[in-house]
């Protein structure tokens, strides 16, 4: 279930295969594998894209693992494809529904009153998921802060159901919950799917409670620091994680859109520390990267999209990526030279431009009618000609959600969506399951 990590949007709303080889012309010389596996992936691509767009089975394309190194002389494989039906196309909301129209016309007062909206929703969601007994295996705790930046971190801890023959739990899986920066949590949003991964990995889920954008905080509030809330999730679990809740010293992460973005800037942050840590990818043993953002200038499939897609637009994610910018340098978080350095394609906020090097084994996913199908794209172009092992995923017809919420998480190409991804993960706890 993992496609070419060269090859575009394969639905009715196919984009040119040219923009993302343009964009990454310079890789054609990286080394001849990489050249074997574009012209594979070109082939491919025409043919998908000559496929009927009416047709009742989807495609789901695989590649895996792909690894670069500037001595490569492995010979590459072309993208398996195995078939699906295509999910449940969400409807067009109403314009004036669109957070971008809302914040437009209405203010940052009432985008938080949509927000709030949207929790009271996911509480009500999670009555109606999470059974009596499971409320027993999510506990709530309270870090303190790694940074000087940063005040205390709440997680929310979930843990497998207790077997009396199952003394030590496989490790520990990092949480960062989606949302775009400005509403979810780590409980009501996502205890049914922390409990299905603790469950189906036998491991304790620590999901971040990180800060949002869209929180009107007056002159004495919080700083706005999701990046480094989750690096202190992060540092815990190193130091302390383990032996608080009888786990076996082995991580996996997980980060879902913006959480995705958030969990990948604070690797890059634990990586570049020298404070004596092991390295990080002796530590962490793989990532999953799931329909992220990670370039907050727009990459083509975004700025195209406009008010298009449901259920979140092109211009939606605009206006996050706004909110979550001009949330980053507000007063407080940086001084006045640090802020003229700082655009929306700097790798502190957009790590598509990050040095990507020295980095665990990803998985990256996303379907073909997602707005932020090129951010995936492009980020796993830069990720394996960084050096690092990569896993690419391509659903045909999924939306920003698939296997996650929506109308498409629960339909037959979202649960193998979110089955892969967790088969991912339990590889890598599995290849050192005896730590």
Same mark, same amino acid.
């Given at each position: 279930?993992?496609v070419?990590?060269?090859?575009?949007?394969m639905?009715?709303? $196919?984009?040119?295969?040219?923009?993302?080889?343009?964009l990454? @012309?310079?890789?054609?010389?990286?080394?001849?594998?990489?050249?074997?596996?574009?012209?594979?992936?070109?082939?491919? #691509?025409?043919?998908?894209?000559?496929? /009927?767009?009416?047709?009742?089975?989807?495609?789901?394309?695989?590649?895996?693992?792909?690894?670069?190194?500037?001595?490569?002389?492995a +010979?590459?494989?072309?993208?398996?494809?195995?078939h $699906?039906?295509?999910?449940?196309?969400?409807?067009?909301?109403?314009?004036?529904?669109?957070?971008?129209?809302?914040?437009?016309?209405?203010?940052?007062?009432?985008?938080?009153?949509?927000?709030?909206s949207?929790?009271?929703f996911y509480?009500t969601?999670?009555?109606?998921?999470v059974? /009596?007994?499971?409320?027993d295996?999510?506990?709530?705790?309270?870090?303190?802060?790694?940074?000087?930046?940063?005040?205390?971190?709440?997680?929310?801890i979930?843990?497998?159901?207790?077997?009396?023959?199952?003394?030590?739990?496989?490790g520990?899986? @990092?949480?960062v919950?989606?949302?775009?920066?400005i509403w979810?949590d780590?409980?009501?949003?996502?205890?049914?799917? $922390?409990?299905?991964? +603790?469950?189906s990995?036998n491991?304790a889920?620590?999901?971040?409670?990180?800060?949002?954008?869209?929180?009107i905080?007056n002159?004495n509030?919080?700083?706005?620091?999701?990046v480094n809330?989750?690096?202190?999730?992060l540092?815990?679990?190193?130091?302390?994680?383990?032996?608080? @809740?009888?786990?076996? #010293?082995v991580?996996?992460a997980?980060?879902?859109?913006?959480?995705?973005?958030?969990l990948?800037?604070?690797?890059?942050k634990?990586?570049?520390?020298?404070?004596?840590?092991?390295?990080?990818?002796?530590?962490?043993?793989?990532l999953?990267l799931?329909?992220g953002?990670?370039?907050? #200038?727009? /990459?083509p499939?975004?700025?195209?999209?406009?008010?298009?897609?449901?259920?979140? $637009?092109?211009?939606?994610l605009?206006?996050?990526?706004?909110?979550?910018?001009?949330?980053?340098l =507000?007063?407080?978080?940086?001084?006045?030279?640090?802020?003229?350095?700082i655009?929306?394609?700097?790798p502190?906020?957009?790590?598509?431009?990050?040095?990507?090097?020295?980095?665990?084994?990803?998985l990256i996913?996303?379907?073909?009618?997602d707005?932020l199908?090129?951010?995936?794209?492009?980020?796993?172009?830069?990720?394996?000609?960084?050096?690092n092992?990569?896993?690419?995923?391509?659903?045909e017809?999924?939306?920003?959600?698939?296997?996650?919420?929506?109308?498409?998480?629960?339909d037959?190409?979202g649960?193998?969506?979110?089955e892969?991804?967790? =088969?991912?993960?339990?590889?890598y706890?599995?290849?050192h399951? /005896?730590c």
């Amino acid at each position: 279930m993992v496609v070419n990590i060269f090859t575009m949007t394969m639905s009715a709303r $196919c984009r040119p295969l040219h923009r993302s080889l343009g964009l990454l @012309l310079f890789i054609k010389q990286a080394s001849s594998s990489l050249q074997l596996l574009l012209s594979s992936s070109r082939r491919i #691509s025409m043919k998908m894209m000559s496929s /009927t767009s009416n047709s009742r089975q989807g495609k789901i394309w695989t590649h895996r693992p792909f690894h670069v190194t500037p001595a490569s002389t492995a +010979t590459t494989t072309n993208p398996s494809i195995s078939h $699906c039906p295509l999910p449940t196309k969400t409807p067009t909301p109403p314009l004036e529904n669109r957070i971008h129209v809302v914040y437009q016309f209405a203010g940052p007062v009432a985008l938080e009153q949509l927000c709030q909206s949207k929790q009271e929703f996911y509480k009500t969601q999670f009555s109606s998921r999470v059974t /009596t007994e499971d409320v027993d295996r999510i506990r709530k705790r309270t870090l303190s802060s790694s940074s000087s930046s940063s005040q205390e971190v709440d997680v929310t801890i979930y843990l497998p159901k207790s077997d009396p023959n199952n003394t030590k739990l496989n490790g520990i899986c @990092l949480h960062v919950h989606g949302g775009g920066w400005i509403w979810g949590d780590s409980q009501y949003q996502v205890a049914h799917r $922390c409990l299905e991964m +603790t469950e189906s990995m036998n491991v304790a889920v620590v999901s971040v409670e990180y800060s949002l954008a869209s929180t009107i905080c007056n002159d004495n509030g919080p700083i706005f620091d999701p990046v480094n809330e989750v690096v202190t999730a992060l540092d815990w679990i190193e130091n302390i994680g383990a032996d608080e @809740l009888n786990t076996k #010293s082995v991580y996996v992460a997980s980060g879902e859109s913006s959480g995705a973005q958030l969990l990948l800037l604070a690797m890059l942050k634990r990586r570049d520390r020298a404070d004596g840590m092991p390295s990080l990818t002796s530590t962490w043993k793989c990532l999953n990267l799931v329909y992220g953002f990670y370039d907050l #200038s727009g /990459t083509p499939s975004m700025r195209e999209d406009g008010n298009d897609s449901s259920p979140i $637009c092109g211009n939606e994610l605009l206006c996050m990526a706004d909110l979550y910018y001009e949330k980053i340098l =507000q007063e407080g978080n940086h001084d006045e030279q640090c802020k003229k350095k700082i655009d929306r394609q700097h790798p502190s906020i957009s790590p598509m431009y990050a040095n990507l090097s020295n980095l665990p084994p990803a998985l990256i996913s996303v379907g073909t009618a997602d707005p932020l199908l090129d951010d995936s794209l492009f980020l796993a172009n830069r990720y394996s000609i960084c050096g690092n092992v990569v896993e690419t995923v391509l659903y045909e017809g999924g939306e920003h959600g698939i296997g996650h919420f929506g109308l498409q998480e629960d339909d037959e190409m979202g649960r193998r969506a979110r089955e892969y991804t967790l =088969q991912f993960m339990n590889r890598y706890l599995e290849e050192h399951d /005896t730590c």
